[in-house]
């Protein structure tokens, strides 16, 4: 019993960081200034650079649940004041934003079974710390490769992996934008997502990395020190 709640909780940990790894680099303002900036998207859109950051706070916002519609957001483009989202951007925001819903959802349910497990395995009396390592090191241990051959694979044609995501995720074309007259497409162009790809897989990769060495370190001076036992 202690070992299958010492596997679920470093699960619980794994499908915690995975969620984080993807909402901090979707939420996190300072990105979108810095790609913003190196892609000239405020030029290629041409609008100011207040606007083009008031509307993607406007659109984050309906993203985290914060406002109903992105459908009475208006900007000043090319000197002209007019609804920045087309019909087929705002149907296929909808959709993306119930993705970011499950994956909110997903996360605290992960973070509460976590929570919960680790009390249950206090209250059974168990070697929580040395558990926790044990398993905690071989579970993102494994995602750890998983992520590294993914990302190889991503990397070699990330076009590709673009579509297979839409495909597997939307079950609808509102994703495929024409850039002559969608300003989302412009807003967040294709090297937009393969810079918050890069992000994301870092900090897939990095925070299991330092959680694996942290772990490491412990059960090598758990067993120096000859406490503990599993």
Not at 54 to 72: C, F, H, K, N, P
Not at 90 to 103: A, F, G, N, P, Q
Not at 127 to 136: G, H, K, S
């Amino acid at each position: 019993m202690r070992w299958v709640m010492g596997y679920a909780t470093a699960l619980s940990l794994l499908v915690l960081i995975v969620c984080q790894s993807v909402i901090i680099p979707t939420f996190f303002m300072p990105f979108f200034t810095w790609q913003y900036d190196r892609l000239n998207v405020a030029e290629t859109i041409q609008m100011s650079d207040d606007e083009l950051m008031r509307v993607t706070a406007e659109l984050l916002d309906y993203m985290r649940g914060r406002r109903d519609s992105i459908d009475d957001v208006y900007a000043v483009v090319a000197g002209e004041e007019r609804r920045f989202f087309s019909d087929i951007e705002i149907r296929h925001m909808v959709d993306v934003r119930e993705l970011y819903d499950m994956l909110f959802i997903v996360r605290d349910v992960a973070f509460f079974l976590m929570v919960a497990l680790v009390l249950g395995m206090v209250l059974i009396r168990c070697e929580v710390l040395q558990m926790l390592a044990r398993c905690t090191r071989e579970v993102l241990a494994g995602f750890l490769i998983f992520t590294l051959i993914t990302a190889g694979i991503v990397a070699i044609d990330f076009n590709r992996a673009f579509v297979i995501f839409h495909h597997i995720f939307f079950d609808n074309d509102y994703w495929i934008l024409d850039p002559r007259v969608d300003l989302l497409i412009n807003m967040v162009p294709i090297y937009f997502f393969i810079h918050i790809a890069i992000f994301i897989a870092l900090l897939m990769g990095l925070v299991p990395l330092v959680l694996i060495a942290v772990t490491s370190l412990y059960l090598r001076r758990a067993r120096r020190h000859g406490f503990g036992g599993l």
